[in-house]
């Protein structure tokens, strides 16, 4: 057993943490509130340094790191409730990508790490219905509407699932095509979604059948994991704030973290926090170990029920011993409130994978 | 035992839903409350329903008959209050409702009519100025400063989440007039700041959820007539209404309408129908019924009890705590069932106008505004467990 980050593991979290610490003032911030809170130019500072292709494989010019270290790296992100999408363009959509087709990764990644291009991915929707049909042997033509895509309006590419004679298939789309119209969904985060709507699109085949069905098993459990990790980042931050200004606010001639009652509940957002950690620190594991397995698909699905628990918990109680201070749009916790809500509602919620869990442990042979 | 509203209630909440839904809730005020800024009121529309309202005879109905109104009971009031917030009108329940009366009781006679009759008509609305930024949940140690000066009084100060005070026409204030720091809660006057007086400033603050203000006094004089109250008599007036506020603030239709709502889309979207044979979808649907059917039987029994001239002090702050608290429970609940919709503030994904991403925002808001919850568990201790302080 060892619990600790290997000194690679510190070098990123370190570097991470520099570049995202001088972007991420308050007032940086309050600049993307209204714009997507998509800061390019921190996109650029850490593509430029490298972080974009931290578990992009060298050949495609990243640096060849494990899921391990890239977790780290969103952990720190989400300490700093960065206004970059890490999580869409460099899990949902890359690291995907790459697992499956060493072809079409070859073509888009290399963009992919250098920051000058966008990929996403709508593999976890229930809402969207495409339908496909065959133009050559590895391209399709894609119709129909999608739900939510998350960085939907500013992605160059996405990956998708459709429907092609009755059999799922994945491919990735050009969305800057012409056959496909976007259509702007503000998310509470400011951030930028879209649905999506495709005339004809085609789109290149990644995989079909069964082999479609086990790349949307991993999507799931990569997605859920690497949503916990980022989850532990704000936690711990939302924490720490909670506790630094309760320490200095006085009420009754008292700092107001004096009050047992508010002691008490700071330390249960930190058993909250240790769970959503450990859960967090398990699937990480478990997917290293071998990312086709039942534990792995169990662990992940742990880690999503404590993102959506802690999250819930955490936002609420350090939204409340803040008082109206905690809810001032010129006090920073709010961008993490929402950054929470965003990650409760994102993969699967607390309620439908406890739902999941269940029918897995009735599957179970005793 | 009837645990229920009788038949004469039950006409009367009929006529308050029709009302309501019919006369207030037009689309163009619809409209004109989806606009950010103007999401608690203070647009045109806004003033024409107050005024509408105020003719109609609704913001006399609940007043006691010798202050002028019609004289209704707590049951009825509650209803109406209940009912309005259901639709999402924005119900002047501080003003009308709680602070209205205290003035009409202890305002001075110069000023008492003029006042009494504009809240009344729908043409005056009364922000309160309590909370300053030293001064949240320790309102007693409040700063902001009234200091006479013959006839009149020089106002200097600062106060922080004046809801509303960009549209009201006068502060509800609380200053300190004795400076002595042992008098505290004994040092403290209401007066009524008319919102265009010299010296007066307002700036919005936006918070996660709602538009409020900061306002600041600066040199602030006002005559003696527009002071309420003894001088140094403030602190009853301001505990005595907070009760009311604490009720308001989770009465049944204002927590119920996520549930409502959410509940008949599922019925009746078939996009979102399927989701009613998941089994985790009806445990939270239950859940919510549960708690609800509770909260809306706590909510009339408190009514009742100051219908039948009991203080309810112990039963409001535990509904208070109780209702906030379901709050932020069902908010993440019925977001859960909606999906990644509930998270969209803006576009055609949008899921019922936007009320579960508004919910997340404003929900935090009900468990330490009208006195911190831990405040209120204080009081079940002590006033109603007998617990030593
Ligand atoms: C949107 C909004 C609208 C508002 N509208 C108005 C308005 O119109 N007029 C007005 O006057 N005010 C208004 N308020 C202010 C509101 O009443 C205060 O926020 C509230 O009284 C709490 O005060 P505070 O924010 O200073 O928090 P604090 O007093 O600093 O308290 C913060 C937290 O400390 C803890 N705490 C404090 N004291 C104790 C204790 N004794 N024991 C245990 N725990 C404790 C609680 O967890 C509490 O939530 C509004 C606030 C907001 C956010």
Redesign the pocket.
Known sequence: MNFSLSETQQQAQELATQILSDATSPAQLAQFDKTGYFDRSLWQSLADAGLLGIAIGEEHGGMGLDFETLCVFLEAAGQHAAPVPLLSVLVDGALLLQAFSPVISASILPSIVSGEKLLTSDLQSNVSVFTAQESNESEVLLNGKSGIVALGNDADFCLLKAELNQQTIIVLADLTQSQCSRELQVLTTGEHAATLTLDNLPARLIASGTEAEAFLSLATRYSQTAGAAYAVGIAESMIKQASTY?AD?K??GKA?GS????QQ?LANTYIDKQCLRAASEKAIYELSLDDTSDSSREAALIANIWLGDALHNISHTTQ??????G??RDYGLFRYCTAARDLELRYSSSARAISELGSLIRARQP | MIVDLNEEQKAFQASVRDYMKNVMMTDDFKAELDTPDLSHGGGPVYWEKMRQLGQDGWIRLSWPKELGGAGADPVQQYILVDEAKRVGFPWPS?SANSIGPVLARHAQDAIRDKVVNEILNGEAYL?????E?E?????ASLKTRAERDGDDWVINGQ???????NFAQYIWL?ARTDPDPKSRHRGITIFLVPTDSEGFSCTLIE?L??L?TATYYDQVRIPDRYRVGEVNGGWPLITGQLNIERLALVNYGHVAKLYDQTLSLLQSDPNFSPLLEESWVQDSLAYAHSRLEVLKTLCLKAAWKMEQGESGMVEASATKVYGSEVYIELGRRMSEILGAAANVAQGSSMVLNGIAEKWYRKGT?H?????????QR?IVANAGLGLPR
């Open positions: 309760t606010r009420q009754f107001i009050f047992q009652a508010v509940q409340h011993v803040h008082g109206g201070m809810v001032d | 501080l922000a309160i100025g309590y909370s930024p001064a949240g949940s320790d309102l106060k922080i989440w004046t809801s509303c005070a609380a918070t959820g709602v409020t808001v468990t330490f505004g009208g006195g911190a919850n831990e405040l204080t």
